[in-house]
């Protein structure tokens, strides 16, 4: 495809010289004769500065400022939104064949994916599903890098899709997708909102920009359809635009609620009254928030064509959802639990659902991720003294920061409001030492890492899993 005909899907670009381009490229280590190089201003990192030796490996470049390089070169004023755009070209428009709902929030994005795209598939419709767990789609899977990937990798993936009949894509849209214009060709049939807590303020900053980040997504000019949280204070803000919705909550006023008829550590069974017409059906997950997830994935399906019958029975099969809440072990009349929350928010919601469901003792185990927000570390400290009856503090993802000074930084929030916990730097022995404590009726959440399948630590990924190293420590203390 020449790289004049990818010019010509900018509204804003100069081009200078035109080649043959075979392929796009985001690793100037990687790049070769005929491949199109993106440079960008990134967050720290200027791309342009890789330009030359993407150029003499023989690439052509899309960039922001003319370079003085023997190659052709496109001119634009936002590469990041350049390269969504030429990927979307590129690939031949896969978005336009399929239709999308893109799933934004702080928490749940992952759940509310799988319960959505088990009642489109219960419809009869063929769905791909992408997000923080990967990609799932004609009997494939593809292992996660990002959640939402970046477009190179997207529009690629969504082609794949598109050849193997997927009609329908479920996906999860983060705010750093939103902010960096990663789906921008995207326009979702249906968006759907979660909630807005904290996270990701090393990125953005403050929650104002956060915010307007998750906010994009429902303008009318990217989304058809909204399907937002009553309950969220964030919504408010989300009505400003005229974009057609339907709310969802159990606290205020909405179309779509829940009646909870029984509650156990198996799942629930209840009544979802969506605008007015019923359905019955058992959620399998445990935790009102997870009965919220359920109601944002009914209403999305509903307007994608499911009958209630079908919401029934696609939430009733979803058993679990890798490392969200999930029961993964028995050990002395004790049940143990692996869940993603790493967040104040998520590891509220759920050891508080935990803790209505438990006979005995509720023992948290979590750590925080290094060189992230570190103004969570003290708010999930105070969450886990007031839910927690014994608390285990370790580490999760240090990366690059000392992971003592991340437990300390947790230890502040904790001490003000309970003496109950230890500190167990490495993950593994802390898992073993909560795991001894365990007796009849306790429950232990392990939280932070849900489904991740390593531990990043001075930049290098060791092989972790949070489930198999529960397993284990149960089949050895066994």
Known sequence: MKLSALAKELREKKLSGDCEVTALCTDSRTASEGELFFCYRGTGTDLHSYAEEAAERGACLVCERELPLPCAQLIVPDGRRAMAEISAAFYGHPERGMRFAGVTGTNGKTTTCYLLASVLE????????????????????VPPDLTTPDPVSLFAL???????????????VSAHALALEKTVPILFDVGIFTNLTRDHLDFFGDMEKYGAAKKSLFSPTRCR???????????????????????????????AFALCEEESVEGSKLILNLSDELCETYLKLLGRHNVQNALAAACAARRLGATAEDVARGLGKVGSVDGRLERVARFRG??????????????????????????????????????????????MGET???????????????????????????????????????????????????????????????????????????????????????????????
């Open 225 to 255: 359809f909204a399907v937002y949280n009553a309950d969220d204070p964030f919504t408010r803000e989300l009505l400003k635009w005229e974009t057609p919705h339907v709310l969802y909550g159990s606290e205020n006023p909405a179309d």
């Open 122 to 141: 219960e419809s009869g419709r063929r769905v791909g599903l992408i997000g923080t767990l990967g990609a799932r789609f004609a009997g494939r899977t």
């Open 334 to 379: 004790a049940d143990i639990f692996v869940d993603f929350a790493h967040t104040p928010d998520g590891l509220e919601k759920s050891l508080s659902c935990l803790k209505e469901l438990c006979e005995g003792r509720l023992i948290a185990l979590f750590g925080c991720g290094g060189n992230r927000d570190g103004g969570k570390r003290r708010e």
């Open 158 to 172: 969504l082609a794949e899709m598109k050849k193997a009949g997927v009609q329908d894509v479920v996906m999860e």
């Open 384 to 478: 886990a003294a007031r839910l927690a009856d014994f608390t285990v503090i370790t580490s999760d993802n240090p990366r690059f920061e000392d992971p003592c000074a991340i437990i300390a930084a947790i230890e502040e929030g904790f001490c003000g409001i309970s003496k109950e916990y230890v500190a167990v730097e490495e993950r593994e022995k802390a898992i073993e030492y909560a795991v001894r404590l365990l007796g009849e009726g306790d429950i232990l959440l392990i939280a932070g890492k849900g489904g991740e399948t390593y531990q990043e630590i001075m930049g290098i990924k060791f092989d972790y899993n949070d489930k198999d190293t529960v397993k284990k420590i149960v089949g050895k203390l066994s």
